[in-house]
């Protein structure tokens, strides 16, 4: 009989609380999404990859791919019901392209057939011919071509331009920090199961269950209240399952409402890099104004994504 609670263990003196799930992790036993029992009839959908940077799709021929071993459906943004779009500030992120291409790498159509190695090599089949045009690739290019992910912004606090005119001494500089992936542990994943009375229930690696329930839910041109979403536990996000774990929760739900069997959707691990936005690396430029005892007068820093389309934010 246990005389203390199993999330508690005693060091010398002290209690030290540990993470409720940590006794489930060092044995193996915690239960991630792909953990999860597959129902009878699961069906599993690979993405079809854009393999050009920037461009127009002229023509997209899947006869291939729906004629291949084990496929069930072949999806594209013709087959979203609702809103093909799950962009989270500025909508602008297509859950499959209809006819241009941004980066290498989106999601052109969606296969479902009974098993994933069936679906991923069915998914290769497929010709698209593009019309290419020249990528912006650096910082210098796309502040060159004003293209902007927002408009630039300012921030502003107290007489800058005055600070510095009056402090005996000024310093500049710039500085970068890389970009990073989120590299999580656990990948993209997300399986959707239709469920009584014309709904869906989502389980999905994501940092924000409300936000992929309202997703699906314009997705699928639901009310919300259809749609559950779960999420018991996460193998790491990082900012990287906030919002963009809602393109795969979205498709998974599509292809699930579409075939009436349940669909998990798992990216490979250099499919999900490729695909997914980054961390973006920033430069910093920076100026600062003080006096002969080293207080700070003003400052002026700003900031410059490396990555393009740019997006510009002043401090001052």
């Known amino acids: 009989m246990k005389t203390k609670n199993e999330n508690t263990l005693q060091a010398t003196d002290k209690a030290v609380v540990v993470h409720e799930s940590a006794h489930l992790h060092v044995r193996g036993e915690a239960t991630y999404t792909d953990d999860i029992p597959e129902l009878t009839g699961t069906l599993h959908a690979a993405v079809g990859f854009a393999e050009c940077a920037y461009g127009r799709i002229r023509a997209c021929d899947l ?23 799950c962009g989270p500030v500025v909508h602008d992120e297509p859950l499959l392209a209809e006819d241009s291409i941004q980066f290498y790498g989106q999601a052109v159509f969606l296969v479902v ?55 005996p001494h000024r310093l500049s500089g710039s500085l970068s920090v890389g970009g990073q992936e989120h590299f999580y542990l656990e990948g993209q994943i997300a399986y959707a199961v239709p469920q009584e009375d014309a709904s869906m229930h989502v389980y999905c690696s994501t940092q924000h269950p409300t936000e992929m329930q309202l997703l699906v839910a ?47 959707l798992r990216l490979d691990r250099d499919d999900d890099m490729s695909a997914t936005g980054k961390r973006h690396g920033y430069v910093y430029d920076w100026q600062v104004a003080f006096d002969d005892d080293g207080v700070l007068k003003g400052l002026q820093v700003t900031m410059r994504p490396i990555a393009a389309p740019a997006w510009i934010c002043r401090v001052r």
């Open 218 to 264: 314009h997705a699928l041109d639901w009310a919300a209240h259809r749609v559950a979403v779960e999420c018991r536990r996460m193998g790491g996000g990082f900012g990287g399952k906030e919002s963009q774990s809602a393109q795969w929760a979205c498709l998974a739900a599509v292809a699930a409402n579409a075939t009436g069997r349940p669909v998990k």
């Open 63 to 85: 006869g291939a791919v729906r004629s291949a071993p084990g496929v069930v459906a072949v999806l594209t943004a013709a087959n979203i019901p609702g809103d093909n779009n």
């Open 113 to 167: 057939a009974q098993t994933r190695i069936q679906a991923r090599a069915a998914a290769r089949l497929a010709h698209i011919d593009y019309d290419p045009a020249p990528p912006i690739l650096t910082l210098e290019e796309a502040v060159a071509a004003e293209s902007w992910v927002l408009p630039p912004m300012e921030f502003t606090k107290g007489d800058v331009d005055t600070a510095f005119v009056t402090a």
